[in-house]
């Protein structure tokens, strides 16, 4: 039986993710989407490769839909949408994939919420930004229950992303056991230390770049040592940072070229961030 998918949020990251959902994945139906703010999806479904069916509701998605993917800006964003769509549906045996950045808390929260009522639920969130989303590169991160988990990987990796990141594995000692249960907050967690890592090189990069200006030793002799010495990431934040691109645009749309590059992010998602870190010491 084909699958009747939705799709609920529509902002940077949800779009691109569409875009690469639509083109890629072989569905037999066309993919449900709603938003809050409507005139984002409509004005999003013409640009589309193929038909999707515009929603004013979410439970105008979540209703005919077996499987949610829901893409959202932060906890409290998700918990409402997933509480809304229990209020109004039947949600016994959809299944809900939170791909936003979330706190391992609250993947917990929403997979005991969703099971309460009958679904289930996968937590994958995402590494890369609205750029790499838009170029089908994301690095997917699933957690969940592995039959529940194998049925969302055909959406991410070749379509949506570039590879898939499995952090369900039971603990030591549990392989082949189907009825471990594989905590949902791991996918989330892990989303978390690779946004601290990023933060942390970003913060590297600044420092660096604000002594070489001020001594004098120049910011274009520490990009030739960049280049040199550690190229990759280092060297596109260092040629941000030179540029200024990353405060020059109300919405930056382009990046550095690589998978992850902090300057791209809002102040305020950069602070949820933070707290986030914070929060788990």
Known sequence: MAEQVAWIGLGNMGRGMIKNLVAKYPFQTPLIIYNR?????????PTLSKPVTVVPTIAEAVAPSSIIFICLSDDNAVTEALQTAISTCDIAGKLFVDC??????????E?????????SFVTCPVFGTAPVADAGQLVCVLAGKRDLVERVKPFCAGVMGRINLDVSTPPTGAAGNEDVVVDPGRASLL??????????????????????????????TLHNFLELMYPGMYVGYSNRMRSGDYYKRDEPFTCCGQWECWLWFTREALIKKVKFEERDG
Request: glycine share 10%.
């Open 37 to 45: 703010t409507q005139s984002r999806a409509t004005e999003l479904a």
């Open 100 to 109: 936003s950045t979330v706190h391992p808390d609250t993947s917990r929260s």
């Open 111 to 119: 997979a005991k919420l969703v099971e309460l009522h009958g679904g």
């Open 191 to 220: 989303k978390i230390m690779g946004n601290s890592l990023g933060l942390n090189l970003v913060d590297a990069v600044a420092e660096a770049m604000t002594v070489a200006e001020k001594s004098g030793l120049g910011v274009d």
